[in-house]
């Protein structure tokens, strides 16, 4: 039973608006979407990124995937790190890997008429979960409309805002009073302070209760990540821009809490080692954004922390595709009852967006 065909596809979805963080303004969201199919039956994967990711895909995977045993996908996986060797693994080439990786999985849970978190293992029902948003763009009112609606609406206990702008200190108060005294508040700064200034506004959180700092300085700054870890009393968290094992090892030792991102890390082969790697260095991991492709693999991960129910993948998602989980007090839980990750293509929605 052979792979016989994989299909790809690249969707970009507008904002309403200019969002931006502490370095970065942005003004959709992209999508490209790996189809696989064997016996007949369709699996599903896609990744946050650029078109040039289903160009690579058909380019240079389709030619080591198409052919191989749908069971064997580490072997697939394997096979698709090799071909991209003379590119580069880190970027465009591992988020490729990541759509056909996650689509592989999901083909394979089909196929043995499985949700993805039985075939993988469960080590829990649900996922914890936190809303994720608060773009500096944002006005005060928008900023607590949504981080409200989170924790009062929905029941979410921890809600994220950006920060890296002349007023953070006036909007972690205004988040604080939006989401009242009991909820977690956390910051993520993207990189924008320096060691010093981000050790300074750690300390002025503390206020307001702050209780995760990410990405306080670069994360190429594994140094300052370290030192403002160990002068601070927030956890310190970075790792959402890895894409490699080598990558991950490195930043666990500069961190509280390890991030890694399944849409960037080529997919859920690669995440689940680097929540082990997470785990030998006594760490829990947190999945980064892509809450649609994390929900299933995050069930079968022991030390995971939480996952980050991202503002711009939960519209993008839902207009997208059939089968989205929404959050039920404070958590995602998979449906056991779909086999594969749950989720199907929304072509008729989705057709207007496609680029490729």
Avoid at 19 to 27: A, M, R, V, Y
Avoid at 235 to 256: H, I, K, P, Q, T
Wanted: glycine share 10%.
């Amino acid at each position: 039973m052979p792979i016989d065909e994989l299909a790809v596809s690249a969707y970009t979805l507008p904002l309403d608006e200019p969002e931006s963080d502490g370095t970065l303004t942005w003004t959709a969201t992209s999508v490209v979407v790996a189809e696989p199919r064997a016996e007949g039956v369709q699996g599903l994967g896609f990744t946050y990124g650029p078109t040039a990711c289903a160009h690579l895909i058909s380019e240079l995977l389709a030619g080591v995937v198409l052919g191989r045993d749908p069971m064997d996908v580490p072997g697939a996986w394997t096979a698709m790190v090799r071909a991209i060797r003379n590119t580069g693994r880190p970027g465009v080439a591992s988020m490729a890997i990541a759509a056909v990786d996650t689509a592989l999985w999901d083909l394979k849970a089909r196929l043995l008429e499985q949700p993805l978190a039985r075939l993988l293992g469960m080590a829990r029902t649900k996922v914890p979960v936190y809303g994720s948003g608060g773009f500096i763009s944002m006005t005060d009112d928008a900023l607590a409309a949504q981080l409200g609606g989170w924790v009062h609406d929905q029941g979410i206990p921890r809600v994220k805002i950006k920060i890296g702008s002349d007023r953070d200190s006036e909007r972690v108060a205004h988040a604080r009073r939006a989401i009242g005294p009991d909820a977690e508040l956390f910051v993520d700064a993207n990189g924008a302070y320096s060691r010093k200034h981000a050790v300074r506004m750690a300390r002025l959180f503390d206020g307001e209760r702050v209780t995760w700092f990410e990405e306080p300085v670069s994360s190429d700054d594994l140094d300052g990540l370290r030192e403002v870890r160990d002068l601070v009393d927030v956890e310190v968290a970075a790792g959402e821009y890895g894409y490699d094992l080598v990558y991950f090892e490195r930043m666990a030792s500069a961190v509280d809490v390890l991030q890694a991102d399944v849409s960037r890390c080529a997919g859920i082969t690669e995440w689940l080692r680097a929540a082990a790697v997470a785990a030998a260095h006594g760490l829990e991991v947190s999945g980064h954004t892509a809450q649609s492709l994390h929900a299933h693999p995050a069930c079968a991960v022991p030390n995971l922390r939480h996952l980050e129910y991202f503002a711009d993948h939960a519209r993008a998602d839902r207009i997208l595709f059939h089968g989205v989980l929404d959050p039920d007090g404070g958590s995602l839980e998979p449906d056991l009852t779909r086999n594969g990750c749950g989720l199907d293509l929304n072509r008729g929605a989705a057709e207007r967006f496609r680029t490729a």
